[in-house]
């Protein structure tokens, strides 16, 4: 096998496309789309090779092509493999065919899709979940209001029957009352009659004074002899009860507000996160479906030019300038052509049926050709300074610092006392008891101080120290990655640009080479060999550019998503300077 075929698969730069989908693929939600991208761009050069070495080169020499007719089937099997895609069931998709015609869809609309995505919509409703904790949080430090009421039915008794009346009691005995109210009047008359035997005036005055009150006392124990008993235990008793509370001194719930308006800032980011990470995914699978779409339009031509090549050498054997086996050539070449072709569609339906189903699509659709992305002009210091700054996992994660040092301060705050107002009301049904009121009230303030729970405050302040430590850590970290992807993405550039200049200049060549090859063969002086050859490299080149393109449009919108910049806003270029601060303090 000639070594110019395994340049032109570029066997190094399909497994870098290999690794870097994988690193830069960002949520699980959009992990089986990376293989239409994997597939078309990458995945087949690899698998090309491994076909012909397992005996394709063979079947063809046995025509007699020799080293030449091998590398051309690597070239032809480098194109077919190229968009096979995978062989695994999962990796399979398909859609409805439109009755009327598939429809052309633009990045753009795809784009703008990405919000109703369903990655997308779940970070939106952890964006409500984080309102709803902040509101919980600040419930903590509001007024309590709470209305309870109730109503009971006493019942008492046994075997002999059940009793559901109220239950009273009598202050004493009548009996022994009306006795103890004679015992009072017959004193009273003997007062009375003392008074008017005696010949004192202020004795007199004395007596029928302590007269009156024996008198008295007797009519208040009569009056309670013949009152009805007490009811002690109502047969039905309503009730209710008003509370108020107002948390007057809660310390840890100014930590808790904080840490949760924090929370709503980190869903918000985390949904642009979301939709940064499935527009990424949306360009990576639109570029690799229309990769197989463009590939489609190659195997078309090569079919053609097969077809063509085909009658050519049939008439030069019918007239006997060719042998046989020329055509027999000439006829497998058509045939893979033709294989080539079929296998190009279905590679570039399932690439488009993945793009769909991901975006929730259900019928298939043709892509537009898409505006090629703008440029990003930078230095690399200045590009990862700007990523630092924009990249939502890198705000996320600062939001993250600053919470776990809010633990520090909500552990210290354990050791304040707190301190809460409440009121209470109440009113009952039941005012034939000692209790004559119907609404009786109570407002009480209580403190509560800790002083001693075992160690744990201690333990809380360790564990704030030990998860602040932990966050810098991670932020550090994260820092560090992306600032390698930035570099990374940001020369990867330079690769696909030189990657497009050289299969431009191999792309002219291979074209040349391919109608010198016909026109001496249509002279009579050259081989329907050469012609089959150069068409096969023709293809072959051919793919490699288009591949090369989508690769640096993929390149170009990767430097923009990790740059922390929007894949679906205008396609403008991307000047990215020094700090205002950093360029005043420059020297």
């Excluded at 399979?92 to 997308?120: K, N, W, Y």
């Excluded at 007596?207 to 009056?223: H, K, M, N, T, V």
Aim: glycine content about 8%.
């Amino acid at each position: 096998m000639r070594p110019t075929i395994n340049r032109c698969i570029h066997p190094a730069r399909a497994s870098w496309s290999v690794r870097g989908t994988i690193a830069t693929a960002g949520s699980a939600g959009g992990a089986w789309l990376w293989l239409a991208v994997v597939a078309l761009l990458a995945g087949g050069a690899v698998r090309a090779q491994a076909v012909d070495l397992t005996g394709r080169t063979s079947v063809v020499d046995s025509f007699g092509g020799g080293e030449a007719r091998g590398a051309s089937s690597a070239a032809a099997t480098a194109a077919r493999s190229s968009v096979s895609g995978s062989a695994d069931a999962s990796a399979l998709f398909g859609l409805v065919e439109p009755a009327g015609g598939r429809e052309v869809v633009t990045l753009a609309e795809l784009l703008a899709s990405v919000a109703d995505a369903p990655d997308a919509r779940i970070a939106r409703e952890r964006v409500v979940q984080g309102e709803a904790a902040r509101r919980r949080a600040w419930a903590l430090l509001l007024p309590t209001l709470s209305l309870a009421g109730a109503y009971t039915h006493t019942c008492t008794g046994g075997l002999g029957g059940i009793d559901c009346a109220d239950r009273t009691a009598n202050v004493g005995d009548p009996k022994t009352l009306q006795q103890q109210a004679l015992l009072f009047r017959s004193l009273a008359d003997i007062f009375g009659a003392a008074a008017e035997a005696a010949t004192n005036p202020d004795d007199a005055a004395r007596l029928r004074a302590q007269q009156a009150d024996l008198s008295g006392a007797a009519d208040d124990i009569e009056g309670r002899a013949g009152s009805p008993p007490i009811v002690v235990q109502p047969a039905s008793q309503l009730t209710g009860q008003l509370t108020v509370a107002v948390p007057l001194l809660n310390p840890r719930a100014y930590a808790a507000v904080q840490n949760a308006a924090d929370g709503v800032d980190v869903a918000t980011v985390g949904l642009a996160q979301a939709r940064q990470t499935l527009a990424l995914a949306v360009v990576r699978g639109y570029y690799a479906a229309y990769t197989g779409q463009r590939i489609v339009a190659a195997s078309e031509k090569q079919v053609a030019l097969a077809e063509a090549q085909r009658a050519a050498v049939a008439a030069r054997v019918a007239a006997a300038t060719l042998p046989p086996l020329a055509l027999k050539r000439s006829e497998l070449e058509l045939v893979r052509a033709r294989q080539t072709l079929a296998q190009a569609r279905a590679a570039a339906d399932n690439a488009v049926a993945v793009l769909g189903a991901a975006l929730g699509r259900s019928e298939m659709f043709t892509l537009a050709q898409p505006t090629p992305p703008a440029a990003v002009d930078g230095s690399e210091a200045d590009l990862v300074e700007h990523a630092l700054s924009h990249r939502p996992e890198v705000r996320v994660q600062r939001f993250a610092l600053r919470i776990a040092e809010r633990g520090t301060l909500d552990a210290w705050l354990q050791f304040l006392p707190t301190v809460g107002l409440s009121a209470t009301a109440r009113a009952t049904s039941f005012t034939t008891g000692f209790v004559r009121d119907p609404v009786t009230g109570v407002v009480s303030l209580t403190a509560s101080l800790p002083l001693y729970d075992g160690g744990q405050r201690y333990a809380s302040l360790d564990d704030a120290a030990s998860r602040t430590a932990e966050e810098r850590v991670r932020l550090r970290q994260l820092q560090d990655r992306v600032a390698a992807q930035v570099r990374g993405n940001h020369r990867e550039l330079a690769v696909r640009d030189e990657a497009v200049r050289l299969t431009a200049q191999a792309l002219a060549v291979a074209t040349e080479a391919r109608a010198q090859a016909q026109a001496l063969f249509d002279a009579g002086v050259g081989t329907a060999l050469d012609v089959s050859d150069t068409a096969v490299a023709l293809f072959a080149v051919e793919t490699e550019a288009i591949r090369a393109e989508a690769e640096l449009a993929i390149a170009r919108q990767s430097l923009r998503w990790a740059l922390g910049e929007p894949l679906d806003g205008p396609s403008s270029p991307l000047a990215v300077s020094p700090p205002a601060d950093a360029a005043a303090s420059a020297p």
